[in-house]
C-alpha cells in the first residue's frame, strides 16, 4: 500500500515568493495533517483537516500561512510571501478515524527560504 | 506543551533488550499513549500505541504502569536500525499529538 506522499521532497526559492507543499494521504484515511520541524522547535502541529474540514488551525503561525483540503486525497500548505525563518521540514500525516488513532507520515518536504 | 517527560538521550548495547521511559503524570482517563521513532532524514513512524493494558507488537512493547502516570517502551532486542529519536505522545478523543524533544537511542555494536 500507498504511504502519504508528498511533493517536493526539497524546495529551495527566495524570500518573497509563494511556496506550495503537496500532500497525497493514505486513501481511506478521512484525518490529515501538517506539522513542521526545526531544530529549534521540535515537531509542531500547524493544522490539522477531518474530513477534509479544519478542526484545528490554532498552530498556523500566522496569516502567510493557508492550508486546504480540497478533497479526501489531496491537501496543500502553502506560504505566501515566504520569509527565512519558514525553513524546516514539512511533514504530512494521516490517519483512519479519531480516538488518538495512530497517524502515518510522510517523508518531508525540507523547504530552504533563501 | 508537550505533557510528557522523557530522558533526553540514552545508550543500549546491540543485541540487549532497551527500556525507554516515558512520564505522563497529568494524564486524563481517556488519553491514549502513543510512541513514535524518527530516524534521520525520515518521518516519525509509529511503534505502539496502548491505553490501559500492556500491548505488544513485532515492533515493541508498551508497559503502562497501573496508575497510568508513567510507562516503558520495550525493545526486546536494539540493533543498529534502533538507534532514532523516540517520542512519547498523549493524545485524547482529539487527534492532536504534541510531540516532545524525545529521547535519543545510540545503539552501540
Known amino acids: 500500500d500507498a504511504g502519504v506522499i508528498q511533493s517536493p521532497r526539497h524546495e529551495v526559492t527566495e524570500m518573497g515568493q509563494e511556496v506550495t507543499l503537496r500532500c497525497k494521504p493514505i486513501?481511506?484515511?478521512?484525518?490529515l495533517f501538517w506539522y513542521r520541524q526545526t531544530m529549534m522547535r521540535g515537531l509542531e502541529l500547524l493544522i490539522y483537516?477531518?474530513?477534509?474540514?479544519?478542526?484545528?488551525d490554532s498552530g498556523m503561525p500566522e496569516d502567510r500561512f493557508s492550508a486546504k483540503m480540497p478533497n479526501a486525497s489531496f491537501s496543500t500548505l502553502k506560504i505566501q510571501p515566504s520569509e527565512p525563518r519558514d525553513s524546516a521540514v514539512y511533514f504530512c500525516?494521516?490517519?483512519?478515524?479519531?480516538?488518538?488513532?495512530?497517524?502515518?507520515f510522510g517523508d518531508g518536504t525540507r523547504l530552504s527560504i533563501l | 506543551d508537550a505533557k510528557t517527560t522523557q530522558p533526553n538521550s540514552m545508550e543500549s548495547n546491540e543485541e540487549e533488550p532497551v527500556h525507554l521511559p516515558c512520564n505522563h503524570s497529568?494524564?486524563?482517563?481517556?488519553?491514549?499513549i502513543h510512541w513514535y521513532r524518527q530516524l534521520p532524514s525520515q518521518g516519525p513512524e509509529y511503534v505502539i500505541h496502548g491505553l490501559t493494558s500492556n500491548v505488544n507488537n513485532r515492533m515493541a512493547s508498551l508497559a503502562i504502569a497501573e496508575d497510568r502516570k508513567s510507562s516503558t517502551l520495550i525493545l526486546h532486542r536494539a540493533t543498529l536500525r534502533d538507534a532514532a529519536v523516540y517520542y512519547c505522545i498523549r493524545t485524547n478523543t482529539g487527534n492532536q499529538f504534541y510531540f516532545g524533544t524525545g529521547t535519543s537511542l545510540t545503539v552501540i555494536p
Open positions: 497529568t494524564i486524563s482517563g481517556t488519553d491514549y
Open positions: 483537516f477531518n474530513n477534509n474540514v479544519p478542526i484545528d
Open positions: 500525516a494521516s490517519s483512519k478515524g479519531q480516538g488518538g488513532q495512530p497517524q502515518h
Open positions: 486513501s481511506g484515511h478521512n484525518s
